[in-house]
C-alpha cells in the first residue's frame, strides 16, 4: 500500500497534475466529454499550496513505492466548518484503500468541528467512500442551458 504523509507546497504541482489526470480519466468513465488540460495552471497549483499552508492539518499526500505522488487530499476548516476540497487517487490506484486511508486522515482535521462538507463528484466508489466514513448523501441539482426568462428575486412561501 501507499505510504502516507502530509502533503507540502513542494508537491503542489504534482498533486494539480494527478487532480487533472484523475478527473479526465473519471469523466470518460461517466461518459462526458473530455475536458483538456488547462491552459494556465497556475491558479490550480496556487489553490494546492494555498490550501497546505492555511490548512497543513488537512493537506496530506499518499506516495508509491517509487515516491511519486499517487494520492492527494485536502480539507479546510473556516468558521467551525470542516471541508473536503480534494480527494484523488491516481486511477491505477483506486480501489485499493488509498483513497479512504487519505480521507481518515483529513477528518481528524476535523476534529472539533461543528460541521463537515463533501461537494463530491458523480463516481461511486466516491461515494460509497463518503457514506462509509459517516456523511449522508444528499441529492442535488444540476442544470444547463439558457435561462428565457429571469427568475423572481422574491422566494414563494413554505409549505
Do not use: C, K, N
Not at 497546505?52 to 473556516?78: F, H, I, K
Not at 480534494?86 to 486511477?91: D, E, F, S, T
Amino acid at each position: 500500500m501507499a505510504q502516507l504523509r502530509p502533503l507540502t507546497a513542494d508537491d503542489a504541482e504534482a498533486a494539480f497534475d494527478l487532480q487533472v489526470v484523475t478527473f479526465g480519466v473519471l469523466d470518460a468513465q461517466l461518459g462526458l466529454p473530455p475536458t483538456p488540460p488547462p491552459a494556465d495552471r497556475t491558479p490550480g497549483v496556487r489553490r494546492v499550496r494555498h490550501l497546505v499552508e492555511t490548512d497543513p492539518g488537512g493537506a496530506w499526500a499518499a506516495t508509491g513505492e517509487d515516491g511519486s505522488l499517487v494520492g492527494a487530499a485536502l480539507a479546510l476548516e473556516r468558521e467551525g466548518i470542516w471541508g473536503l476540497s480534494l480527494l484523488v487517487v491516481h486511477p491505477d490506484e483506486q480501489s485499493s484503500g488509498i483513497g479512504s486511508a487519505l480521507l481518515q486522515r483529513t477528518l481528524e482535521y476535523a476534529d472539533g468541528a461543528r460541521g463537515g462538507l463533501i461537494l463530491g463528484s458523480e463516481d461511486p466508489r466516491a461515494l460509497r467512500v463518503y457514506h462509509r466514513a459517516g456523511f449522508t448523501l444528499r441529492p442535488a441539482m444540476d442544470a444547463s442551458g439558457p435561462i428565457r426568462r429571469r427568475p423572481s428575486t422574491s422566494i414563494p412561501p413554505a409549505r
